[in-house]
């Protein structure tokens, strides 16, 4: 595949937080991953004790990835060598996201979130 080059004259990114990941340029390979306990209790909590991963099984569970797609040959047509982009606003990435300014071969991100609310 020809690539073309990205042009952003300016990008505003208010946040990036919890294994994000914000890319400007090429890249091979992209990988995030995010385990988190989420945990909300009336009159707040005081300690983080009694809330390990180990306790969850969502934490241990294997993912089943996707096959490969199978090779699909394309011609494209670039009318322009560059992608020309103004401005780019961003108000946040979070949890094991990607935005990236480039090309990358492979991109994998993973987040699993256990919530837990305890109310009186």
Sequence with gaps: MNYRTTKVKQIKVDS??????????????IESKLDAIAVQ???????????????????DTVI????DPEIVYRKHYHHDKQITVPTIV?????????????????????????????VK
């Design 16 to 29: 990036v937080a919890f294994s994000s990941i914000l890319q400007i340029g090429d890249a091979k390979v």
């Design 41 to 59: 209790k009336e009159g707040g909590t005081s300690s983080d004790k009694g809330f390990e991963f180990e306790k969850y099984p969502i934490f």
């Design 64 to 67: 089943q990835h996707l096959p």
């Design 90 to 118: 961003v108000t946040a990435i979070s949890s094991s996201a990607v935005v990236q300014l480039g090309s990358t071969d492979k991109i994998q991100s993973l987040s699993r979130v256990k919530h837990i609310r305890m």
